[in-house]
């Protein structure tokens, strides 16, 4: 292609309100251009890449077996209640009314419309197992949008979603999904990891997040660099073992105390966003009969996350805390759960314990757990708490880390990520159940899906390759989606016969073998040109210029090296090839 024949738009300046490099790089690139908070427009170059960028995401999607539909962006309410997620999503979903006054959401994700299908369409268990995919703009009403297309709320998903008859089958779905998503992130060519993820107080119980790894990534990841072991730090909640392992002289300065100590002190502590982080809060609830005297003390154990969670429990808004609480004593808390603050994982459950987790916080009833799940997973460490005992530590260890590494000395680490992608074994109870999507098995019986939903941020994708690629010139892509492969930056193009032809032939010769080239037809100087593709980020470039063709050379340069190299105009097209 020629530039002339494409739009490229680069700015010297970033706008004041790109605060992270991927944002400002693209925002220069002239990739993306903002309409509204969280909303932009994919210009030419950016959308170049995003189409590659699913173009990969549905070779290994296909390749993988599934199948790819396309579900509406508008969708009805009347399914979105059946779940009970139109109530329950909360602020970020974006609900609308038509003329006629009926509900719609414009879809966050997709799970209700494709059970719809699968309901109709998936009678038999011979129809199982099939996963469906879409690569569909989502809309999310984040609280902060940020960071470009990085926390957008227009932004493009690949979703995919499995069907199976039973646990072991969709667990076989996960695991294809899981291999699919290494594929697509090692052919985009950028430095990730998969990391166990909480999977919710009703979630199922296998969950992933693929996270490029980068310093301005708003999660954190803990793992440990001689096993295999990696979690997001919400998985691993082991703050005090984070804390007292990664940075212990950083701990100790600053012990949460208990029962005094807030979330903020402990995000603080670890250096993490607090919306990334799990609280796990033990409150008190006292009844008191007329003479103001305590009949009745409940202690609550409260998984929260994030601080819109955490405020709507300060403001006491959760049913059950409505007429106000206190954080539960020391004694209280030995009392009920058998074990010390501070840790009140699966082992030291000794007595049923009222759980209450944020997902929803809208309906925190529904996730109660009563007496009759005394054996309810958590992993959980309360945030107001003194440092781990020992003996503590170790248990902690077990629960979150598993086994120990190979010589017994593994030291966790952190780092930070950017989730790009999410695998979730979702199970029955959230959609299949609620909205009767069954099959029938061999013996005729009606049986609801065992499902898995799969998500990719594709335009996340675009920030996150950028935060690993960069330098003070621009961005640098990996070659499998960069907008263009190849840059040919003849000089005098308009003036020069020898070089326009040399450009020109360059640029054809690429161009039948199937490289993405580019050529710069534009007459802009040779610094401005150069400039132009070293921030757009072309990964090769090749220079035509009268004095290279005196001696029939050209002059090809790999984005990130530092000086030119002097080839042969005929050996051109073999040496960026
Ligand atoms: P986050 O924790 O960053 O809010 P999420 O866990 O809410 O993401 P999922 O529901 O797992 O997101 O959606 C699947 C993928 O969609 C995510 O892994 C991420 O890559 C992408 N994604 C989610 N929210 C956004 C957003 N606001 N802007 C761009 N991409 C997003
Ligand atoms: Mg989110
Ligand atoms: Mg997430
Ligand atoms: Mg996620």
Same mark, same amino acid.
């Not at 979630?203 to 980068?214: C, K, L, P, W």
């Not at 730090?233 to 300065?253: D, G, T, V, Y």
């Not at 005297?293 to 409260?302: E, G, H, P, Q």
């Given at each position: 292609m020629k530039a002339s024949q494409t739009f490229i738009s680069t700015l010297k300046e970033a706008p004041a309100d790109a605060e992270i490099v991927s944002h400002k790089l693209m925002m220069r690139a002239g990739m993306i251009k903002r309409l509204g908070a969280g909303i932009y427009n994919y210009m030419p170059m950016g959308l170049r890449v995003i189409r590659k960028v699913e173009a990969i995401i549905r070779e290994e999607m296909n390749r993988a077996g599934a199948v790819e539909l396309l579900m509406p962006v508008v969708q009805p309410a009347e399914l979105w209640m059946e779940t009970g997620r139109f109530q329950a999503y909360g602020p970020e979903l974006l609900r609308v009314k038509d003329r006629h006054d009926?509900?719609?959401?414009?879809?966050?994700t997709s799970e209700?419309?494709?059970? @719809?299908?699968?309901?109709?369409?998936?009678?038999?268990?011979?129809?199982?197992?099939?996963?469906?995919?879409?690569?569909?703009?989502k809309f999310r009403d984040e609280r902060r949008p940020r960071f470009g297309v990085m926390r957008g709320r227009e932004f493009t998903m690949k979703d995919a979603y499995s069907f199976d008859r039973d646990k072991a089958s969709a667990l076989k779905s996960y695991d294809t999904m899981y291999r699919a998503y290494c594929a697509i992130f090692d052919r985009f060519g950028l430095t990730y990891r998969a990391v166990a993820a909480?999977?919710?107080?009703?979630?199922?119980?296998?969950?992933?997040?693929?996270?490029?790894?980068?310093?301005?990534?708003?999660?954190?990841?803990?793992?440990?660099?001689t096993s295999d072991y990696a979690a997001n730090?919400?998985?691993?909640?082991?703050?005090?073992?984070?804390?007292?392992?990664?940075?212990?002289?950083?701990?100790?300065?600053k012990t949460p105390t208990p029962g005094k100590s807030t979330c903020e002190d402990v995000a603080a502590l670890l250096g993490i966003p607090l919306a990334?982080?799990?609280?796990?809060?033990?409150?008190?609830?006292?009844?008191?009969?007329?003479?103001?005297?305590?009949?009745?003390?409940?202690?609550?154990?409260?998984?929260v996350r994030g601080d819109h969670a955490l405020n709507e429990v300060k403001a006491g808004k959760l049913p059950g805390l409505k007429g106000g609480f206190r954080f539960a004593t020391?004694?209280?808390?030995?009392?009920?759960?058998?074990?010390?603050?501070?840790?009140?994982?699966?082992?030291?459950?000794?007595?049923?314990?009222?759980?209450?987790?944020?997902?929803?916080?809208?309906?925190?009833?529904?996730?109660?757990?009563?007496a009759n799940e005394p054996d309810f997973h958590i992993a959980g460490v309360n945030?107001?708490?003194?440092?781990?005992?020992?003996?503590?530590?170790?248990?902690?260890?077990?629960?979150?880390?598993? @086994?120990?590494?190979? @010589?017994g000395q593994g030291v966790l680490a952190i780092q930070r990520g950017i989730e790009v992608g999410h695998v979730f074994y979702l199970g029955t109870k959230k959609y299949s159940e609620p909205m009767g999507a069954t099959y029938l098995d061999e013996n005729g019986k009606p049986q609801p899906f065992e499902m898995g939903c799969y998500g990719i941020g594709v335009t996340r994708i675009l920030g996150a390759a950028i935060e690993q690629n960069h330098d003070e010139r621009g961005i640098i892509w990996p070659d499998a989606i960069a907008p263009f492969t190849v840059a040919v930056c003849p000089i005098g193009y308009d003036r020069n016969a020898d070089v326009k032809a040399a450009a020109d032939q360059l640029h054809d010769e690429l161009a039948a073998l199937g490289v993405d080239v580019v050529l710069d037809d534009r007459g802009e100087r040779p610094g401005a040109m150069?400039?132009?593709?070293?921030?757009?980020?072309?990964?090769?470039?090749?220079?035509?210029? @009268?004095?290279?063709?005196?001696?029939?050379?050209?002059?090809?340069?790999?984005?990130?090296?530092?000086?030119?190299?002097?080839?042969?105009?005929?050996?051109?097209?073999a040496f960026v090839k």
């Open positions: 009926r509900d719609f959401v414009i879809q966050p209700e419309v494709i059970t @719809d299908i699968a309901r109709q369409e998936l009678r038999s268990y011979k129809q199982l197992p099939r996963t469906f995919y879409h690569v569909q703009t909480d999977t919710g107080a009703i979630g199922g119980d296998a969950s992933h997040e693929f996270q490029v790894i980068a310093d301005t990534g708003e999660d954190a990841i803990v793992y440990c660099p730090i919400e998985l691993a909640e082991a703050l005090s073992l984070i804390a007292e392992r990664a940075a212990p002289a950083q701990a100790m300065a990334s982080t799990v609280k796990s809060l033990v409150l008190a609830t006292d009844e008191k009969n007329e003479a103001g005297d305590i009949v009745k003390t409940t202690v609550w154990l409260l998984l020391v004694a209280e808390i030995e009392d009920h759960f058998g074990c010390k603050p501070g840790y009140l994982g699966p082992i030291g459950l000794k007595k049923p314990v009222k759980v209450v987790a944020d997902r929803t916080v809208a309906n925190m009833s529904d996730f109660v757990c009563g945030w107001g708490r003194d440092l781990p005992e020992p003996d503590l530590v170790a248990d902690i260890r077990n629960v979150v880390v598993g @086994d120990p590494s190979p @010589d150069f400039a132009d593709w070293e921030l757009i980020g072309v990964p090769h470039r090749i220079v035509v210029s @009268d004095r290279g063709l005196k001696t029939g050379t050209v002059e090809v340069q790999g984005r990130r090296e530092t000086a030119a190299n002097t080839v042969p105009l005929a050996e051109a097209v």
